[in-house]
Structures are given as C-alpha cells and as structure tokens.
C-alpha cells in the first residue's frame, strides 16, 4: 500500500538516505501531492491525490524554532539541499535555526511555502530541470 511507501520515504529522509529529487519522486509515485511539515508538532502530513492523509512523526529533534524568520538563512539550507552538500537532517537544523515552524510543499505545484513563528512566509519554486 502506498501508505507504508509513504511511511519508509518520511524516514528514510529524516535519516539523511535520500535526496530532496528521490523522495519528491517517491511521494508522487505514492499519489501524494503536497505534504506539510510542522516543526511543533514533530510531525508531517501527507495528503494525498485520493482525498486521503497520512501522518508520520519526526524521529528528528528539530530543536528550538528561531523567534524571527531569517529568509537568508533559509535560502542558504535551501540551496545546500538543492546541491545535496545538505540532507535533511542538517535542513531541518539550519531551517529552524533560521525561524521555520513549518512548511507546506506542493509537489503537483512545483513549490514550498515556508512560515515563521508570526506569520511570515517565504515561497521557493522548484528548481528548473537542467538540459
């Protein structure tokens, strides 16, 4: 079933085994389309092209969520997971340092909302594929 696919992807990640492209991969081949990580919670959510969730926690400690959104730090995480100098293990350490509670990725919508503690939000588009 697609829900333990979905589960083994969700751990596999937050053991640092799998790069951001494998598992958005992975999630799609699942039928999910967008998933929502909330820091707080030391969970993510999957939702799911049939109108179905599926929740995983975090082995990870995200650790303390920083009070103010540093869109620069993001950024840098972000690029360092994008290059894959950074898995998510470290992401998850640089984006909360940088004041991510949490984040909603679409992936059917090629795009990663991002918020802070008060609000804030940054919005990152996929990368481009290379030709």
Known sequence: MSKQVIHELAIAT???KLTFPQVVK???EAGV???LVDFAAKQKTHYLTDGTTHTVPMILDPGRVAAELDSAGLVAAIRGAQADTVRYPEFVKRSTAAGVI???AFLTGKR???FGRK???HIEEFPKPRA
Do not use: H, K, R
């Open 102 to 104: 949490g984040y909603w």
């Open 26 to 28: 992975g999630l799609l």
């Open 33 to 35: 389309e967008s998933y």
């Open 14 to 16: 937050q053991q640092g």
């Open 112 to 114: 990663v909302i991002y």
């Open 119 to 121: 609000g804030e939000q």
